[in-house]
């Protein structure tokens, strides 16, 4: 009789193991650089985010990065304080960001837009599988952040959380995090639908008085509060996809938690 391994629930690896910080940077108008200035703004690129990272304490050298020309997708390693790079990161990177274009006319800025969630990203053959890679992309790609940040020419960074994020780390108030300077848009991407929490760091407060992306009968930003504390916020049901060297495919499904407030 041929026996087998007895294999231990503990040894299989269980989804959560592969929970991560997911992030991407990608540069508005990258098409507009001639050939010898996109090289100059790729390397402006991968070194703001690495002097952010370093400004904040976090070792960018441990993150599993996968850089695509315009753009930068990370994998942070477990264990990433999730307040840290909602809070500090974002704030140095936007000063980078800021002190470079202060320096600039407006043709040789670079402005950027950042995505970031949290979710199951697993190693896979060609990059990362699940879907917080697939989630960050919608997110990053989504009409209503690409029209925030060009809307506010003050500001040099736009930044869009997932609702998970917003709900769990903005609304804490650590690390400096203020919910109110968050504005919920609703992303429809593909086969993807959710909330996420829009912000302009570094923003002239005159940006505030433009229309919020997404906001009913194009409210400005801070008339938009009282919409989103009236929406019930979104939560992940159902999920599939790869992410495969920056071509992200797959869906996410999100549904309405029932007599749960956005806000």
Request: proline share 9%; glycine share 8%; charged share 20%.
């Amino acid at each position: 009789m041929t026996s087998h391994p007895t294999v231990r629930t503990w040894d299989t690896p269980r989804p959560d193991d592969n929970r991560r910080l997911c992030l991407a940077a990608d540069i508005e108008q990258y098409s507009r650089f001639d050939t010898p200035d996109q090289w100059a703004a790729q390397a402006r690129l991968a070194r703001a985010m690495r002097t952010a990272a370093e400004r904040s304490g976090l070792d960018h050298g441990r993150w599993s990065s996968q850089p695509q020309g315009d753009l930068e997708f990370a994998v942070l390693p477990p264990g990433t304080p999730e307040e840290l790079v909602l809070g500090e990161f974002v704030t140095h990177l936007a000063a980078e960001l800021g002190g470079y274009n202060a320096t600039r006319r407006p043709p040789g800025r670079m402005r950027l837009r950042l995505a970031i969630d949290i979710g199951v990203a697993a190693k896979a053959a060609l990059g990362f599988s699940g879907p917080a890679p697939i989630a960050v992309a919608r997110y990053l790609n989504a009409p209503e952040v690409k029209q925030a940040l060009a809307t506010a020419m003050s500001a040099s960074l736009v930044v869009v959380v997932s609702d998970q994020l917003y709900q769990d780390v903005v609304r804490s108030r650590s690390h400096g995090l203020d919910p109110e300077q968050y504005r919920r848009i609703h992303v429809q991407q593909k086969e993807f639908a959710g909330y996420g929490w829009v912000r302009l760091p570094g923003a002239d407060p005159q940006d505030e008085r433009k229309p919020c992306p997404g906001a009913p009968a194009g409210e400005p930003w801070h008339l938009a509060r009282a919409e989103e504390r009236a929406q019930p916020s979104f939560v992940q049901h159902g999920v599939h996809g790869t992410a495969v060297q920056g071509v992200i495919h797959g869906s996410v499904v999100y549904e309405p938690v029932p007599g749960r407030a956005g806000r």
